[in-house]
């Protein structure tokens, strides 16, 4: 089935620093991926739609100028967390479509530690 | 609009039991419906789907309900197992069709054996 990863599984930096994160589709195109946030114990709040070849659309609430997107390909988007302050601190998961949009295949997830 | 809980729900039940997980959502324009299965520290794993037009869909274990009139929908579990432990979140489209979906408040599962 199709497959989707993330990397780094997990990221601990300091406070003021920049992080990516990647998010590939192993074998599948995606000109559209999600990325959402994950607070713990708590659910998973969407925090923007990347579209390959055009600027990622952004919820309310989320900075773009903080989370930067970056659909580099059909099999890759990028999310930098920049400069990372501690209540950025949390689990970061993409997702991409399968063939039928109603398929979603999620990634492992990231978990971002901001000392 | 999206539903965001600071303490998530908890469900124990005893080995061999069938669970029932509930869900509320708002959207009244989502016209497909997901249940998805994380387990600490992974991605969600999707369980089953339903669409607007059903009102009732059966997996292998599994059978979510859909009542439109009251935006609610449910997560059956039959004869649940320690490996089904984990913490269940239901999903709607908002009546999108690109993929977009939004997070009910999850539940925490915890069977004991």
């Known amino acids: 089935g199709a497959v989707v990863s993330q990397h780094p599984s997990w990221v601990i930096c300091k406070s003021g620093t920049s992080v990516k994160i990647e998010c590939r589709s192993l074998?599948?195109?995606?000109?559209?991926m999600f990325w959402y946030r994950q607070f713990p114990k708590q659910s998973l709040m969407l925090m923007a739609t990347?579209?390959?070849?055009?600027?990622?659309?952004?919820e309310q609430g989320v900075e773009k100028d903080k989370f930067l997107i970056n659909h580099a390909s059909l099999t890759l988007s990028t999310l930098t967390v920049t400069s990372a302050h501690p209540e950025d601190s949390s689990f970061y998961i993409c997702s991409a479509p399968g063939r039928s949009t109603d398929t979603q295949y999620f990634g492992p997830g990231t978990r971002l530690t901001v000392l | 609009g999206e539903s965001v809980g600071l303490h998530l729900p908890t469900l124990s039940v005893q080995e061999g039991d069938n669970s029932i997980i509930n869900c509320a959502y708002s959207n009244s324009a989502s016209d497909y419906f997901i249940w998805y299965k994380q387990e600490s520290g992974k991605g969600p794993q999707f369980i089953i789907d339903?669409?607007?037009?059903?009102d009732k869909r059966q997996g292998q274990r599994v059978t979510v309900l859909l009542n439109k009139t009251v935006k609610h929908l449910s997560l059956q579990i039959a004869a649940t197992q320690p490996g089904d432990s984990a913490v269940y979140f239901c999903?709607?489209?908002?009546?999108?069709?690109?993929?977009?979906?939004?997070f009910g408040q999850g539940t925490i599962l915890t069977v004991h054996p």
């Open positions: 074998d599948f195109q995606a000109t559209t």
């Open positions: 999903a709607e489209n908002g009546g999108t069709s690109y993929g977009k979906l939004t």
């Open positions: 339903i669409r607007s037009n059903m």
């Open positions: 990347s579209n390959e070849g055009s600027k990622a659309t952004y």
